[in-house]
């Protein structure tokens, strides 16, 4: 098994040196983000503690987080305001978690959705690392299989149509425009760390880097006929994608300084266990490589209904969320979300052992959301979410604690708050009002 | 059925949708204005090409065999197609970025070459000598099935240059599970060349992909002699065995290095000679195979303006040091990472019709999932595949030929795949304690009867309903076991079976759609009956009430139809359950991999009689399929479906002239006929743009 453990024994001590670099230098200490999204949710009395005000012992899901509990802080009674958007739940959870935009369908055939959360930071932060950002999932989104019936004159999408959108990405750039997540342990390492070998050869690969630019430009330069036809909004994602193209034409040309090789890749897998296992292992890598210091984690996508049969049953994780109280489904749905929550657990205890070059931990600087899909599998609601913050950004967060928020208020009132926490205040972020949840800040 | 001869009534068709769009008599250029003024049409915004079509156009256009798409992320879907235009990035991501710099960079290395190549695809040859083509495990182009005991193959090299080349075949032995451990390899194979032995290979068992067998030989200028003899060891099989025992080929490929220091290159699928060096010799060698490269890719035709900046930077590659073929191939990286390749639409001409050029790109993107072929673009040229073009210019004509053609395995490769759902086995798990022969190659094996069932209707033009109700199945080792059948084939090796019993009827109880609504430890009559209800009668139920617990019955202590009964015993529940059960309660004899079974782990006997919500009893497998055969939706139902995934986007009530014509007014329409009233429609000539 390919483990970030192992990869540290091959590459010695490289690892300590690029957070010496950039970020040690920066005049403020860096700070970093994750949000890890859990299908399906969690079942409530073994996720959410029991009463308000300082945590004592953790629920049972969570035990392996113990060591941490100081660290952690959890925000019980938020509605997700993505779930009113549809009868089912599930189709409006992942698209709203970071954006806090419930579903719009428009007349001009595109998706609304906002910036997501992710995103601000990503703009803030824009230059201070390689990618400014890494979606990463275990799962890849559904194909959405909707089927209408030609009865609607509407110009555009039916509401179903964009709730596809809404359904497969946690993390959007702007205003109807998703970002997909890369879902190939190996795909996502060459991504951070270069490809095995480069096509060519390294005299290729030098000369291919000089010329990126000038080979976008001669078939970019001279596309003004081909746009003259087109409509303002069609000519816009021309632009988009030109611009987009010579982004990552560039990150490409600026190659990963960590020390990390391409022969280290991860083994490609079939196997969810150690699929999931890489995915935060190469998270990992990507914080203490500070090539990035923002991260979207699915470790599977909304509604999954994957089996998890190294746990010793086949049955859907959908399908045992809807448990109906039955005790030997709801025992085989507590041993998928403990296996999820002991990743988890283990990715923390990796970034609390990476030292950051300034006398701490990567954990002291990272803070990590929790976002389940649902507040209650069973019943597919989403009123009253337990949202669950890991590493208080250097005491900025008010942790060991389990704080009740107003029942049933949009939850962009914590992404505010968190917003505040990071020093990039955007007290109107989302679509309506502009509370925010003071009482998670120190 | 009868199949029927669509090319004629596709013209009556037309002369319907024309009059419904416009009553005078005489065709008239201000007609074709009004043409596009019907409101269906609509604007559908600007987005990038799918996965498969990117996929396939690299492959055309640069004459390789295989570009791995696979992990190009999945553009969120309307409509539950592909190919539909929707979200707001139009596809288009970091992510995605990374990936096709990454494709497009080693598919330019893989086609820009100093060598001479010929490629000779073995299942395409017109003398088969006995061996069959069969479609591969992980879909893709046919390869040929070489069976113990058959003869040598023969065929011609046309070789542009004599001397000495380099020889590869791909190639692979499998054994069916059938076979007996202490059976010999089947074979050596000897490649001869001109009458000469050249090589002798030792075959070796692959499982997941073919290998390449090298050989070296002098090649004569122009047409040679190729053999492959098969040296069959010695055996004796069973029936079973002998269809379980076979060899996979792929394609022959021949390549000549070009003298080193030399100036000859191999660029996509022409050998170019740039003579000596000297000012402007590389432009000028270049410029038309570069040129003729942008076309096909862009789908229309190249101004100097736009071609200029591409030899630039081949020739500042060159002068900053790369050997000519590299500097090559960042032109051919350029016209690949042009938004005119990636992005699916053609800008229409003022009047909102689409002319000839993109009226090629809207044939072949929709048919074949490609960037237009020669044929294609000299008709475009020509001012053809308009509404007055006649002969072999024609829409009807080209749809006709392009039907046929291999191109045209986009229909049974994508759209019957997203069509019933079936990309649901692509990492499909069973619970090896109750299905434990389950495995990657029995998802694949049913797949590939699903495309064969389907590419045999499309080719010998039979009514689309077919789909539903015929009885023609092909079967390999794997679903031999499914089906209960005598063993037969190997992988890739489909033959030919039909259901003794009656049962196995249409694509519906085929392994591919009864797995594919399947979980890995038991079946969904509730997801099979959605997936029919909306799929197949495009009359899908609305979703489950907010605090619906789902139902999920546990088999091994209770009978799920029992715990069905009950659950639409609560009337809430009943409004959708009523018209879902019966549509998937008659599946339940079909186990989650597809196999006939009698009863449920409980012990309980499958009782798959239903009613449906207008007291019509449906009383198993086979009268549900009479029942849905028979029904007036089911047709219209598949023409919808078409459509989108022709269209790019679903259909609108203005639409519903064409579907009716589609659907060829209640007589039985094939797919040929279908598509082809589709490509004459306003719906797909004209792309109103939006408005500013």
Redesign the interface.
């Known amino acids: 098994m390919w483990t970030r453990r192992q990869l540290l024994g091959g590459a010695g001590a490289a690892l300590a040196m690029p957070l010496i670099g950039r970020a040690a230098e920066a005049t403020k200490p860096p700070l970093r983000f994750v949000a890890w999204f859990m299908p399906n949710g969690f079942y409530r009395t073994a996720y959410r503690p029991s009463t308000f005000g300082p945590i004592s012992t953790l629920p049972s899901t969570l035990a392996n987080l113990s060591p941490y509990k100081d660290r952690l802080t959890f925000v019980s009674g938020l509605r997700n305001a993505g779930a009113d958007l549809?009868?089912?739940?599930h189709w409006g959870s992942l698209g709203a978690m970071l954006t806090g935009h419930a579903l719009e369908v428009s007349a001009?055939?595109?998706?609304?959705n906002g910036q997501s959360f992710d995103q601000v930071l990503a703009s803030a932060w824009r230059g201070l690392t390689r990618l400014n950002s890494l979606?990463l999932s275990s799962e890849?989104?559904w194909?959405?299989?909707?089927?209408?019936?030609?009865?609607?004159?509407?110009?555009g999408?039916?509401p179903f149509?964009?709730l596809?959108?809404y359904k497969?990405?946690l993390s959007w750039?702007g205003?109807?425009?998703?970002?997909?997540?890369?879902?190939?342990p190996r795909?996502a390492f060459?991504?951070l760390f270069g490809?095995v070998d480069h096509?060519?050869g390294d005299?290729?690969r030098a000369?291919?880097v000089?010329?990126g630019q000038?080979?976008?430009?001669?078939?970019?330069?001279?596309?003004n006929?081909?746009t003259?036809?087109?409509?303002?909004?069609?000519r816009e994602?021309?632009e988009?994608?030109?611009t987009?193209?010579r982004?990552?034409?560039a990150?490409?040309a600026t190659p990963s300084t960590c020390g990390i090789t391409p022969a280290q890749a991860p083994p490609t897998t079939?196997s969810i266990e150690t699929h999931v296992q890489q995915m935060h292992a190469l998270m990992n890598l990507a914080l203490s490589c500070d090539e990035t210091r923002i991260i979207t984690y699915s470790i599977g996508r909304a509604g999954s209904?994957r089996?998890y049969?190294h746990l010793g049953?086949?049955?859907?994780h959908?399908?045992?969320s809807?448990?109906?109280d039955?005790p030997?489904?709801i025992q085989r749905l507590l041993m998928i979300e403990r296996w999820c929550a002991d990743q988890l657990s283990d990715f923390v205890r990796g970034l609390d052992e990476t030292p950051d070059g300034r006398g701490g931990t990567l954990l002291d600087s990272t803070l990590i959301l929790v976002c389940p899909e649902l507040d209650d599998g069973?019943?597919?609601?989403n009123q009253d979410v337990t949202y669950l913050l890991i590493g208080n950004l250097g005491g900025r967060i008010r942790s060991g604690q389990h704080i009740p928020a107003p029942h049933s208020a949009s939850h962009t009132l914590l992404l505010r708050a968190l917003l505040r926490a990071y020093g990039v205040p955007q007290d109107d972020f989302g679509p309506t009002g502009t509370g925010v949840l003071t009482s998670v800040l120190s | 059925m009868t199949a029927r001869n669509w090319s004629l009534t596709a013209g009556t068709a037309l002369s319907l949708v024309l009059a419904s769009c416009d009553n005078t008599p005489e065709p008239s250029p201000p007609q074709e204005a009004a043409l596009c003024d019907v409101q269906s049409v609509g604007a559908l915004p600007l987005g990038r090409r799918d996965n498969l079509t990117l996929g396939r156009s690299v492959e055309d256009l640069l004459g390789l065999p295989h570009i791995n798409i696979s992990r190009l992320p999945t553009p969120s879907t309307a409509s539950g197609f592909t190919n539909t235009r929707l979200d707001a990035s139009g596809g288009v991501s970091d992510t995605f970025l990374n990936e096709w710099l990454n494709i497009v960079a080693e598919a330019s290395l893989a086609a820009v070459r100093r060598e001479e190549r010929r490629i000779i695809d073995l299942a395409s040859l017109p003398e088969l000598n006995g061996a069959r083509t069969t479609i591969p495990l992980g879909g893709g182009r046919p390869r040929l099935s070489y069976m113990h005991g058959s003869p040598s193959l023969s065929f011609a090299l046309d070789a542009p240059s004599g001397g000495e080349w380099q020889l590869y075949l791909e190639a692979a032995w499998w054994l069916g599970w059938e076979v007996e451990e202490n059976i010999p390899d089947p074979s050596d194979l000897e490649l001869v060349v001109n009458g000469k032995i050249v090589e002798k290979w030792t075959i070796e068992a692959d499982y997941d992909s073919l290998r390449r067998y090298q050989a070296v030989s002098q090649l004569r200028k122009g047409v040679n002699e190729i053999e492959i003899v098969p040296h069959w060891k010695e055996t004796q099989l069973t029936q079973a065995e002998w269809f379980s025992y076979a060899l996979l080929l792929g394609d022959l490929v021949a390549t000549k290095p070009l003298s080193e220091g030399g100036r000859t290159v191999q660029i996509a699928t022409e050998t170019v000679d740039c003579g000596p060096e000297g000012p402007g010799a590389l432009r000028d060698c270049v410029v038309g195979p570069i040129e003729r490269l942008a076309r096909r890719a862009w789908r229309s035709p190249v101004s100097p303006e736009q071609l200029d900046p591409i030899l630039s930077v081949i020739e500042s590659a060159k002068a900053s040091g790369a050997p000519i073929e590299e500097a090559i191939r960042y032109g051919v990286e350029a016209i690949l990472l042009s938004p005119r390749f990636v992005f699916l639409q053609t800008p229409p001409s003022s009047d909102g019709l689409l002319d000839s050029f993109a009226m090629a790109d809207l044939l072949s993107n929709a048919l074949w999932r490609s960037v237009p072929d020669d044929t294609l673009l000299s008709c475009a040229e020509s001012g053809g595949l308009t509404p007055a073009s006649e002969g072999s210019c024609s829409i009807g004509d080209q749809v006709r030929r392009m039907l046929q053609a291999p191109g045209a395995d986009a229909l049974h490769a994508d759209f019957v795949n997203q069509w019933l759902g079936l990309w649901r086995l692509d990492k499909a798990e069973r619970d090896p304690t109750l299905y434990p022969h389950f495995g990657p190659e029995t998802t694949r094996s049913m797949r590939m009867e699903a495309r064969r069932i389907v590419m045999n209707i499309l080719h010998d033009d039979r009514p689309v309903l077919d789909l539903i109700d015929a009885p023609d199945r092909w079967i390999d080792s794997e679903l031999a076991r499914i089906y209960d059948a005598s063993p037969r084939g190997g992988p890739d090796e489909l033959t030919p079976w039909h259901d003794p019993a009656g049962v196995r009827l249409g694509i519906l109880t085929s392994a591919a759609f009864l797995a594919a609504t399947s979980q890995a430890n038991r079946t969904s009559p509730v997801h099979r009956g959605v997936a029919l209800l909306t799929n197949v009668l495009c009359a899908p139920p609305g979703p489950p009430a907010p605090d619906t617990p789902l139902f999920v019955p546990d088999e091994h202590k209770v009978n799920p139809l029992d715990a069905l009964d009950a659950h639409r015993a609560d009337p809430t529940c009943a409004a959708c359950h009523q018209a879902i059960d019966p549509m998937g309660v008659p599946l339940e004899i079909f186990d989650a991999e597809g196999r006939i079974r009698g009863e449920y782990a409980n012990g309980d006997v499958i009782n798959t009689s239903a009613e449906l919500p207008n007291g019509t009893q449906i009383l198993g497998p086979e009268s549900l399929v009479q029942h849905l055969a028979s029904h007036p939706d089911v047709e219209s139902c598949i023409a919808q479906r078409l459509f989108t995934w022709l269209q790019g986007r679903s259909p609108r009530n203005a639409d519903n002239e064409l579907l009716k014509a589609m659907t060829n007014g209640g007589s039985p329409a094939s797919f040929g006929f279908m598509i082809e009233t589709w490509a004459q429609s306003p719906q797909a000539r004209c792309q109103v743009r939006p408005v500013e």
């Open positions: 549809a009868e089912d739940a001009t055939a595109s998706v609304k979606e890849a989104p194909p959405c299989s909707v089927v209408f019936q030609p009865d609607s004159d509407r110009e999408p039916l149509e964009s596809c959108a497969s990405y750039d205003p109807g425009r998703p970002r997909p997540a890369m879902i190939e795909a060459e991504r490809r096509p060519g005299e290729a000369r291919r000089m010329l000038s080979i976008l430009d001669s078939v970019m330069q001279p596309l006929k081909w003259r036809n087109l409509s303002s909004h069609d994602r021309v988009q994608y030109t987009m193209l982004e990552v034409e990150t490409l079939t209904e089996p049969q049953f086949s049955d859907s959908h399908n045992l809807h448990h109906a039955r030997e489904h069973n019943l597919h609601t």
